[in-house]
């Protein structure tokens, strides 16, 4: 069974650019998670989805940040425009209803120059 | 709100001893899971051990072995005969359950020395 995947693994984005960031959840994981972790700070919760919906997008930090999961597969998360402080690496996590574990996936590292 | 602290950004020990790795949290729910993960450098994140709150006996998984104090809100982690593969950051988490996110700690960056 393949594990959640995300692409790419580093960016390197200049202020005020546009960056796409990727997941694909494990298959059949209806629960689709995004959080970030700057730098030696916590990884911080920015939302939640439940197939195609989100269920709580309480931890996006403003509206530069765009998140879809088309068809309750994959999930976009897109900045735009990118600041300095978005820097950090996003996490995806996906989990199977009715079960405990978040898998996550290798992170995207961005870096906004 | 639900936070959760680690108080050792860094810990070391040496291969074969055993380390202990702290974790505390606040919340006002009864039920909820507590988590360590592991991140080794410049891969993903895997569960090490969980915890479900309803249940006195602490969680082991081989080397790896928790002590939860539920009312000192305290869930610390043991790591046994440590291997150099342990060299890792942890994080400890929160999951109040049902349809809500991780809260995370800062993380330890634990370093097994030869």
């Known amino acids: 069974e393949a594990g959640v995947t995300q692409f790419p693994s580093h960016s390197v984005i200049e202020k005020g650019q546009t960056v796409t960031l990727r997941c694909d959840p494990i298959?059949?994981?209806?629960?689709l998670y995004w959080y970030r972790r700057v730098m030696g700070k916590e990884i911080k919760f920015l939302l939640h989805?439940?197939?195609?919906?989100?269920?709580?997008e309480s931890g996006m930090p403003n509206n530069r940040f765009l998140a879809e999961r088309t068809g309750g597969t994959y999930s976009t998360l897109k900045v735009q425009p990118a600041e300095l402080e978005d820097s950090g690496v996003y996490f995806c996590?996906?989990?199977?209803?009715?079960?405990?574990?978040?898998?996550f996936g290798p992170g995207t590292r961005l870096t906004v120059t | 709100a639900q936070t959760v602290t680690q108080s050792q950004p860094e810990m070391s020990v040496q291969e074969a001893e055993t380390v202990t790795l702290s974790c505390t949290y606040d919340?006002?729910?009864?039920?909820?899971?507590l988590f360590w993960y592991k991140q080794p450098p410049s891969r993903q994140m895997i569960l090490v051990i969980r915890q479900e709150a309803y249940k006195q006996q602490n969680a082991t998984e081989n080397r790896f072995s928790v002590n939860f104090q539920k009312a000192a809100k305290s869930f610390s982690l043991k790591i046994s005969d440590s291997q150099l593969g342990d060299a890792a950051m942890y994080f400890c988490a929160y999951w109040p359950g049902s349809a809500r996110q991780l809260t995370f700690g800062s993380g330890t960056q634990l370093t097994v020395l030869p």
């Open positions: 919340t006002s729910e009864s039920d909820y899971y």
């Open positions: 996590a996906s989990r199977k209803g009715g079960s405990v574990e978040q898998y």
């Open positions: 298959s059949g994981h209806d629960n």
């Open positions: 989805f439940v197939k195609e919906s989100k269920q709580d």
